[in-house]
């Protein structure tokens, strides 16, 4: 058994750090229980907010397409002026530390930019770290795609074969390169994590810029996997830009998520400067639950079972990759409280044919109320002192609407202010979690 | 207008088999098929070589030809067959005394059967149930059914046979009651195809139905639905049978690194109706819990299914009608030159070819005999070229690889070679790419570039599912959620184009996964699919692309 603590957040991906930064600044006491890494593991550098809107069409300003969605949708719970909160709040903590995410606009709009991928597609994105210009894309005449020898998740070829269908994109001039490898002895398959860590060490700077410069000479954009080191404010991509004279945009990669992992870094040590505790590698196993309310978590971590307490709870636990939402022959529950969670009786209406359409499986999630606070089947509050944040919410599918860390960040923050605001009640009213000794 | 002697329709074991051996004794023939290799039936069964004993109380005939045809395919077909045996398995849930027919019904057959105690088989199978009553090994075995026909249509074409894949009959030509030549479209261009023969074989499995009506005949044809499941790892080395009548669900067969759970039979009116169902899956479990009691823990990869082409003369169907097969001779029909093969399994594939080829010799006068029990389907591999190909390729890759390429494999080391010296002459190398230029993109199946360069280079490859039936490349764990963007990629690269834009390849590979995830979306394979949504929708926004972008 642990100390009592203000506010207990499960869950390291986005929606648990948000949670976690946004209790923690207004002065409660939090601790961080996580299992793994988190979404951010595998996701990318840009903040997607709404790609796309339920009917499928492309969105340019997101904030307006987000009063569009459907009433149970995360964001219309919270409305914008709350997204637009846990956005801010995310931008200023990143460029605190050296990484700094902002939007491209249009007559003086923010507005959504297709960014490209290193499969050669485009996807819309909202936030983009500040080393090139959004307008450097469309500008651009002469690209230069580059890659590494050995390097097989992106292939320079398939890129160029793949933006060339773009009618924007179609006619620009494409010059592919392959730089050398830096490991002189590399026992396994590259992967982008392996070449970021690599461009960090010493001579890490001199390989990226040696081997682009020549190649670069004449090019007014350089695509590249995203390699410029793995930390938040690493100075690489910006050397590079200046040595080679041009923009460079490192492209949306498939996991490792370098570019998440970069603002998990800045979240970090933003976390670790406020104090926040953290407990990794534990696994919440069950709950303790009486009279509405969660009194104690179960934790089984390296071995050994005990409890832990706080007044306040933010559930960021993930939907089903994640392993927050357990999906179980004809049914889904959620892992940590047991809530059942709806879907369709049937499974065949779980999914739809085709693997991209609008499938409820997809959409399952725990069923919240404004404060994001869980409800039961009926409808009625089922617990008072928990929150949920992020992929564990259902009614928003983030592969299709492009709204993943969007949502995570934005319910996050809410959750996390949510759950400081209970807290600090119980505080002043000397109130301890229900139950136990302290 | 091509010239032939023999048409022969269908691209499963039976019509590639009739391929191979009209080829080998000689008789000028062409094969139309209308997907891939085996787009039908034979790539879609558990993969069991029956050794007859399924069938020894209710069919002592096809038991028979079981066992008989189970020990050709294991001399002939090494590249395809892998020898595990396989046990009966008594449990509590069934009769004790259906043990005594069936063990006469296994001796009048020649089978060789040898009870263990239920102590020994759980040694040698720990995961089976504990409560076993009796264990009986069997001679069964598994055999890669895709791979099987594969390797026919390479032998055959070393007799001057030819394959076209995708191209769909549409005509069976007759003049004078008597079959005259065929008219096919290519489905790939649209193009019609004319093809003079003087004699039709009618080998469309589930189709053929149909394929008699196109010439005006009447067939009893019953498809019949089977469903069955894919487990991710390999649970057990031998073929697990229950010991009762035949029944759903209640065959286990290990399959390269996987386990195939199957089959349920339910009559269908479509021979394509091949889309899995949940309640199909559920019982299929059910039925497969008294041998495994964990089969519900198991990660389930993907289901399933596929039609049985029962032959239903008299009315009968499912389980009660036969599994053997009949040749049919239109003559008496009035269709002088077409002959059909009606049922049938694929364990018995050859003797049909077999039967079917006689009766088409004996009508053109040839003599020659039969001697495809004779001759192996691909050579064994020169050992001159498996040393060179140690060299380029993982060890592991390497024997995997030749047992799929067959006699593709020279070429595939020629590819791998030839990108050796390039890596060389340009520094363009990486230790991971094996031998330089050559590397293993996918990790579960063990496939390097250069095979799956072999494999889109041929004519008859137009897609990615193309290739993963080839090469099993997509068919492990993470179902070609990593392997399949290297693949296009590389294959961009490498300037070799697919029927479909890159985007379009992917996507089309990711939905025909998707339809077997459909009925199992649970536990762990429930994550993997909503990481690999997470990827391609989430991060690549591939769906988007697919109309974004101008193809």
């Not at chain 2, 595990?84 to 063990?103: A, H, Q, R």
């Not at chain 2, 890759?397 to 791998?416: E, P």
């Amino acid at each position: 058994m642990s100390r009592t603590t203000d506010v207990i957040v499960v869950g390291s991906g986005l929606g648990g750090l948000m949670a976690a930064l946004a209790a923690a600044r207004q002065g409660r006491e939090v601790r961080i229980i996580s299992e793994g890494t988190g979404c951010l593991a595998i996701g990318t550098g840009c903040v997607d907010l709404l790609g796309y809107a339920p009917d499928g069409a492309s969105v340019e300003d997101p904030w307006a397409a987000m009063t569009e969605l459907a009433p149970a949708h995360p964001y219309s719970l919270l409305g914008a002026e709350k997204v637009r909160a846990g956005l801010d709040a995310l931008m200023e903590t990143t460029a605190k530390h050296g990484l700094v995410l902002r939007p491209a606009s249009r007559d003086g709009k923010p507005r959504n930019t297709r960014v490209p991928t290193i499969m050669g597609t485009l996807k819309p994105t909202y936030l983009m770290p500040d080393t090139f210009e959004p307008d450097d894309l469309g500008k651009a005449k002469r690209v230069l795609v580059a890659s590494v020898m050995g390097f097989r998740d992106c292939r320079p070829a398939l890129v160029i074969d793949q933006l060339r269908r773009y009618p924007d994109w179609a006619d620009k001039e494409y010059f592919p390169c392959l730089i050398p490898t830096p490991f002189d002895d590399a026992h396994r398959a590259l992967n982008a994590l392996d070449l970021a860590r690599a461009a960090e060490r010493p001579g890490g700077s001199e390989w990226l810029i040696g081997s682009l410069k020549e190649r670069a000479e004449g090019c007014d954009l350089v695509l590249m996997p995203p390699i410029c080191g793995r930390h938040a404010g690493s100075p690489l991509a910006r050397e590079l830009r200046e040595a080679l004279g041009c923009p460079v945009v490192e492209m949306l990669s498939i996991p490792p998520g370098v570019g998440g992992l970069r603002i998990r870094d800045a979240l970090m040590r933003e976390l670790a400067a406020l104090g926040v505790e953290l407990v990794e590698n534990a696994n919440v196993i069950g709950a303790g639950v009486a009279e509405g309310k969660c009194h104690s978590l179960d934790i089984s971590s390296t071995g050994r079972s005990y409890s832990t307490k706080a007044r306040a709870y933010v559930l960021a636990t993930g939907g089903i990759l994640g392993g927050g939402v357990l999906l179980e022959p004809g049914r889904a529950i959620e892992r940590v409280f047991g809530l059942d969670l709806a879907l369709p009786t049937d499974v065949a209406d779980w999914t739809e044919p085709e693997i991209f359409g609008s499938q409820a499986v997809s959409k399952v999630g725990v069923r919240v109320d404004d404060k994001l606070r869980p409800l039961d089947a009926n409808g009625a509050l089922a617990l008072e002192n928990v929150f949920f944040a992020g992929r564990s919410l259902g009614a928003h599918d983030p592969a299709v609407e492009k709204s993943g860390y969007g949502v995570a960040l934005a319910t996050g923050w809410q959750a996390g202010l949510a759950a400081a605001e209970l807290a600090a009640a119980a505080h002043n009213t000397g109130e301890a979690a229900t139950g136990g000794e302290q | 207008m091509l010239e032939t002697t023999v048409v022969v329709i269908g691209g499963g074991a039976t019509g590639m088999g009739t391929l191979r051996d009209l080829s080998m004794r000689g008789v000028p023939a062409i094969l139309l098929e209308q997907g891939g290799i085996a787009h039908g039936t034979s790539s879609r069964f558990h993969g069991l070589l029956h050794s007859g004993c399924r069938y020894v109380v209710n069919d002592p005939e096809s038991a028979h030809e079981c066992i008989e045809e189970n020990m050709i395919l294991r001399r002939i077909g090494k590249g395809c067959v892998e020898v595990t045996e396989g046990f009966f398995v008594l449990t509590p849930k069934d009769d004790p005394n259906f043990v005594e027919p069936w063990l006469k019904g296994c001796d009048a057959a020649g089978i060789k059967v040898k009870e263990i105690t239920p102590a020994e088989a759980l040694k040698l199978e720990p995961n089976l149930a504990p409560d076993i009553q009796r264990v009986f090994r069997v001679p069964d075995s598994c055999v890669d059914g895709f791979r099987l026909v594969l390797h026919n249509r390479m032998s055959a074409e070393r007799y001057g046979g030819r394959a076209y894949l995708y191209h769909k009959v549409e005509e069976i030509k007759q003049r004078n009651g008597a079959v005259c030549g065929v008219t096919a479209r290519n489905l790939m261009t649209g193009e019609l195809m004319e093809i003079a023969c003087r004699v039709v074989v009618n080998a469309a499995g589930s189709w053929s139905g149909e394929v008699a009506a196109m010439a005006g005949l009447e067939a009893a044809i019953t498809p019949d639905r089977g469903t069955l499941i894919v487990f991710n790892h390999r649970f057990t080395s031998r073929v697990i049978n229950r010991l009762h009548p035949s029944s759903d669900g209640d065959i286990f067969v290990p399959h390269g690194s996987v386990t195939i759970l199957g089959t349920t039979s339910m009559p269908t009116d479509r021979p394509d109706d091949t889309t899995p169902t949940y309640p199909e899956v559920t019982r299929l479990l059910e039925i497969g819990e008294p041998l495994f009691p964990q089969v519900h823990e198991y990660r389930i990869l993907r289901a399933f299914a596929g039609t049985r082409p029962l032959y239903t003369p008299g009315g009968a169907s499912g389980r009660k009608a036969s599994r053997n097969f009949n040749v049919v001779d239109h003559a008496a029909d009035g269709l002088d030159g077409m002959v059909s093969i009606f049922g049938g399994k694929l364990t018995t594939y050859r003797l049909m070819a077999e039967r079917v080829t006689d009766d088409v010799c004996r009508r053109l006068k040839v003599t020659t005999p039969c001697r495809t029990a004779e001759e192996p389907l691909i050579e064994p591999p020169d050992p001159a070229v498996l040393a060179r190909a140690a060299k380029l390729f993982p060890v592991r890759a390497l024997n995997l690889m030749a047992d799929r390429l067959g006699d593709d494999l020279t070429k595939t080391l020629q590819i791998a070679e030839v990108a050796a010296v390039a890596a060389k002459n340009t520094k363009n190398t990486h230790i991971t790419d094996f031998g330089g230029g050559n590397p293993l993109l996918c990790e579960c199946e063990m496939v390097c570039l250069a095979e799956v360069e072999c494999v889109a280079r041929d004519p008859s490859t137009h897609s990615l599912t193309d290739i993963r039936l080839r090469t099993r490349l997509g068919m492990g764990t993470c179902q070609g959620t990593f392997c399949s963007l290297r693949s296009v990629a590389s294959l961009v690269e490498h300037g070799i184009p697919l029927e479909f834009a890159p985007a379009d390849s992917m996507c089309r590979f990711l939905q025909e996964r998707w339809k077997g995830l459909r009925p199992v979306l649970w536990g762990q394979q429930a994550r993997e699919m909503e990481f690999s949504r997470s990827v391609y929708a989430g991060i690549l926004n591939l769906d988007g692309a697919m109309h974004e972008q101008n193809n």
